[in-house]
């Protein structure tokens, strides 16, 4: 990617939410997605549980932001599903005027062998296209590291390009703290002839131990420099936010500059520090 100076202000943004269990959750969770509506977001995607654990949390959700005049995009994932299960699931979000999608494989629920009809998210991808033409805008992920249960990084990147010629129309990358992982992942892709969007994913630090946990999840690397700065911080919250504050900032300039399309945060239901980060990047809606 060609690195230059752009001008932040307008640049495209998403938010992630996941569905919350209690009433109280869903008060709190409309207060957080009022705060961040205030930059303008593209869209607020809204996760689904292991093997659709999480459905209706998810559509409800999805309709509260939908009907506070935003748009959103719930997430859908394939593994332990039937194609008419799924294709009930796509009628239900075009009778509720959802037009935006997060197409995903997910994981089985813990106990659970039955994969379904559909193995990997480029079947998911083509059964959507197939079953609803172009009615939705369709995003996939994308792993910058390699997705940790990949058997080596051709064949994950022969995965992602499968996902994107099944119809995707854009990617959302899995968070990472190395911005030359992500630049060359892109330039991977523009050399196999993809040219659609790949969004980089960005996760706010907050908690260290939270962020350490989901990375071993995920296989997002922490940097040793990074790693040993905030461990050395204990349980001083203030510090780890500071400094996640800081290095988060500078990765999504730098980011924005070599010519990311935009930035998808994994809020985590909090707004606080993506405020502030946008802040730094002089973001406005």
Not at 186 to 213: E, H
Not at 215 to 224: F, H, L, N, Q, V
Not at 231 to 256: F, M, N, R, T, W
């Amino acid at each position: 990617m060609t690195t230059q100076k752009t001008n932040h202000e307008t640049q495209p943004i998403s938010f992630e939410f996941f569905p919350t269990k209690t009433t109280e959750g869903a008060e709190k969770l409309a207060l957080v997605r009022d705060k961040l509506s205030v930059l303008d977001p593209l869209y607020f995607s809204v996760t689904y549980g292991a093997g659709g654990s999480t459905q209706e949390g998810t559509l409800n959700t999805v309709k509260s932001i939908m009907d506070a005049g935003f748009s959103a995009a719930p997430h859908l994932s394939c593994i332990g599903s039937t194609k008419e299960g799924i294709k009930s699931i796509l009628d239900i979000f075009i009778d509720r005027g959802i037009n935006r999608m997060v197409a995903l494989r997910g994981d089985l629920p813990s106990g659970h062998r039955d994969v379904g009809e559909f193995r990997y998210a480029n079947e998911l991808v083509e059964f959507i296209r197939c079953e609803t033409g172009d009615h939705f805008h369709i995003e996939v992920a994308a792993y910058p590291e390699v997705h940790p249960q990949a058997k080596n990084a051709r064949t994950d990147m022969n995965n992602f390009i499968a996902k994107m010629n099944a119809g995707a129309n854009s990617a959302i990358t899995q968070y990472f703290f190395n911005i030359d992982a992500y630049l060359y992942f892109v330039d991977s892709c523009r050399k196999a002839g993809l040219d659609k969007p790949i969004v980089p994913g960005i996760m706010p630090i907050t908690n260290y131990s939270r962020l350490a946990g989901f990375s071993d999840m995920c296989g997002a690397e922490i940097p040793r420099w990074l790693a040993k700065r905030l461990e050395s911080y204990g349980d001083d919250i203030d510090s780890i936010k500071a400094l996640g504050l800081e290095v988060i900032s500078s990765l999504c300039e730098q980011l924005l500059d070599a010519g990311a399309p935009g930035l998808h945060f994994y809020t985590l239901n909090q707004s606080k520090t993506t405020l502030q980060i946008c802040q730094n990047l002089g973001i406005k809606a």
